[in-house]
């Protein structure tokens, strides 16, 4: 059964850290590309980061290099780790393969508030 858990997420200042978790299950993750995304109510998901096999990334212009997604492929695991975090990253934050499958998880909320 596929299934994608996200985690990790939380309330956190201005200039803070999380690092976000994605376990994943149901598909053969040391061949997919994975991504992070980020939704905020009212507007569309977008594209966070993004990891392939083997450890291509790319990253939104957005993040500015205070993100670092990586990938353990022993664990069907995806990470994030956001640093110098800004309100503006506010959201839930989704993974998903390349090309996203039509299942997606719970997501996890980031708050990045005073």
């Known amino acids: 059964q596929v299934q994608l858990v996200e985690s990790g997420g939380g309330l956190v200042q201005p200039g803070g850290s999380l690092r976000l978790s994605c376990t994943t299950f149901g598909f053969t993750f040391s061949r997919s590309t994975m991504n992070w995304y980020r939704q905020v109510p009212g507007k569309q998901r977008e594209l966070v980061a993004s990891?392939?096999?083997?450890?291509?990334?790319n990253y939104a212009p957005f993040v500015n290099r205070r993100f670092t997604i990586s990938r353990d492929d022993a664990k069907n695991t995806v990470y994030l780790q956001m640093n110098n975090l800004e309100t503006e990253d506010t959201a839930v934050y989704y993974c998903?393969?390349?090309?996203?499958?039509?299942?997606w998880g719970q997501g996890t909320q980031v708050t990045v508030s005073a």
């Open positions: 990891i392939a096999e083997p450890g291509y990334i």
């Open positions: 998903n393969k390349k090309p996203p499958l039509t299942l």
